[in-house]
């Protein structure tokens, strides 16, 4: 049997959802060299298409960068990504 969302995330009402976006509103966005960032030893995706990387590397170079990589630090002065590493690749193309 499926779990219902909210049971999965922990946000049972409005309150929780709402209080979620806050936060989420809030986090630290700041620009950190490409060269501080490695990838996720823990990635499930283990094989990325050369022909896809290249293409979002030339939208990213048409477009800009639309949605951030998303880093922890790890180390001083070094961040691991958690969400792009798709991103990521095509940056390094």
Do not use: C, T, W
Not at 10 to 39: A, C, F, M, T, W
Not at 54 to 73: D, F, T
Request: proline share 6%; net charge negative; charged share 35%.
């Amino acid at each position: 049997m499926k779990k219902p969302f909210s049971k999965l995330f922990g946000l049972k009402n409005k309150d929780d959802i709402i209080g979620h976006i806050e936060e989420d509103r809030n986090s630290n966005v700041e620009s950190i060299q490409i060269e501080r960032i490695v990838p996720n030893r823990y990635q499930p995706r283990q094989v990325f298409e050369p022909n896809k990387i290249k293409e979002l590397a030339e939208s990213i170079h048409e477009h800009g960068l639309l949605q951030p990589i998303v880093v922890r630090p790890i180390e001083e002065d070094m961040f691991e990504i958690i969400a792009g590493e798709r991103r990521f690749r095509a940056i390094h193309h």
